[in-house]
C-alpha cells in the first residue's frame, strides 16, 4: 500500500474516537492561501494545525499545509508522498494538543516509509489556536475609519467587530513623526491592556 492510498484513519485516543477521510480541499501551494484556509477553520469554530517542512534533503524547508479537524487539508510539503499520512498526523496533534515533528523518508523510524526520490523529510506539526486580540488599531483619520468600517461590513464584518478597532490609532491621533505616533501607539496598547484607557 502506497502512503497516498491512506485515506481513511479510525483510531482511538485518550478522549476521542474518530474516523475520517483525509482529502485535498484544494491545490494550493502559496502560504497566503494555506493559511487563509486555516484561519477560516479558527473563525468558523473548528480545530486547525498547521505542518511545516522544516528539513529536506536535497531542496528548501519552508512548504506548508493546513488541516482541519474534519479531515479536509491544501497544500503541499511532498510531491504528493506524504500528505495523507501528515493529514493523520496532524490530526493526532489537534486531538492531543501536543506539538510534534515527524520525519518521512531517510532517517525515519517508519521502515515502510520510502520517499521516491530517496531523500527524506522533517515536517513540524503544530495545532493552531484561535487567539481574540486585545487590541487591533489602524493609522488613518477619522473620516478613513468611517470608510473602512463601510468596507468592512460589506463583506460581513459586524459592527460589534469594527468597533473594537481603535482608530485612529493611539492616545493622540493627530501625531505626524514617526516618534510620537510610536510613543501614542505604544501607550495606547498599554492602557487597553491594563483596563485603564481605550477610546
Same mark, same amino acid.
Given at each position: 500500500?502506497?502512503?497516498?492510498? #491512506?485515506?481513511?484513519?479510525?483510531?482511538?485516543?485518550?478522549?476521542? =474516537?474518530?474516523?475520517? /477521510?483525509?482529502?485535498?480541499?484544494?491545490?494550493?501551494?502559496?502560504?497566503?492561501?494555506? %493559511?487563509?484556509?486555516?484561519?477560516?477553520?479558527?473563525?468558523?469554530?473548528?480545530?486547525?494545525?498547521?505542518?511545516? %517542512?522544516?528539513?529536506? $534533503?536535497?531542496?528548501?524547508?519552508?512548504?506548508?499545509?493546513?488541516?482541519?479537524?474534519?479531515? %479536509? =487539508?491544501?497544500?503541499?510539503?511532498?510531491?504528493?508522498?506524504?500528505?495523507?499520512?501528515?493529514?493523520?498526523?496532524?490530526?493526532?496533534?489537534?486531538?492531543?494538543?501536543?506539538? $510534534?515533528?515527524?520525519?518521512?523518508?531517510?532517517?525515519?523510524?517508519?521502515?515502510? #516509509?520510502?520517499?521516491?526520490?530517496? *531523500?527524506?523529510?522533517?515536517?513540524?506539526? +503544530? /495545532?493552531? $489556536?484561535?487567539?481574540?486580540?486585545?487590541? #487591533?488599531?489602524?493609522?488613518?483619520? +477619522?473620516?478613513? +475609519?468611517?470608510?473602512?468600517?463601510?468596507? %468592512?461590513?460589506?463583506?460581513?464584518?459586524?459592527?460589534?467587530?469594527?468597533? $473594537?478597532?481603535?482608530?485612529?490609532? *493611539?492616545?493622540?491621533?493627530?501625531?505626524?513623526?514617526? +516618534?510620537?505616533?510610536?510613543?501614542?501607539?505604544?501607550?495606547?496598547?498599554?492602557?487597553?491592556?491594563?483596563?485603564?484607557? *481605550? /477610546?
Amino acid at each position: 500500500m502506497s502512503i497516498t492510498d #491512506i485515506t481513511y484513519q479510525c483510531e482511538f485516543t485518550d478522549s476521542a =474516537y474518530f474516523c475520517l /477521510k483525509f482529502r485535498q480541499a484544494f491545490l494550493a501551494d502559496d502560504s497566503e492561501t494555506i %493559511l487563509r484556509f486555516a484561519a477560516e477553520a479558527l473563525t468558523a469554530g473548528m480545530a486547525a494545525a498547521l505542518v511545516t %517542512l522544516v528539513a529536506i $534533503r536535497g531542496g528548501p524547508p519552508g512548504a506548508q499545509m493546513a488541516v482541519r479537524e474534519d479531515g %479536509l =487539508y491544501c497544500g503541499f510539503v511532498s510531491g504528493g508522498c506524504v500528505e495523507a499520512t501528515a493529514a493523520h498526523e496532524a490530526m493526532q496533534v489537534i486531538f492531543s494538543g501536543t506539538d $510534534r515533528t515527524v520525519i518521512y523518508g531517510d532517517g525515519s523510524p517508519y521502515f515502510d #516509509i520510502t520517499l521516491p526520490c530517496g *531523500g527524506g523529510i522533517a515536517l513540524s506539526i +503544530h /495545532k493552531l $489556536r484561535a487567539a481574540r486580540p486585545f487590541y #487591533i488599531g489602524a493609522l488613518g483619520s +477619522h473620516r478613513t +475609519h468611517c470608510q473602512r468600517v463601510q468596507k %468592512l461590513s460589506e463583506p460581513g464584518w459586524s459592527r460589534a467587530e469594527t468597533d $473594537r478597532i481603535n482608530a485612529p490609532i *493611539g492616545i493622540f491621533p493627530k501625531a505626524r513623526d514617526a +516618534h510620537s505616533l510610536a510613543l501614542s501607539v505604544l501607550a495606547d496598547v498599554a492602557a487597553c491592556r491594563s483596563g485603564t484607557g *481605550g /477610546k
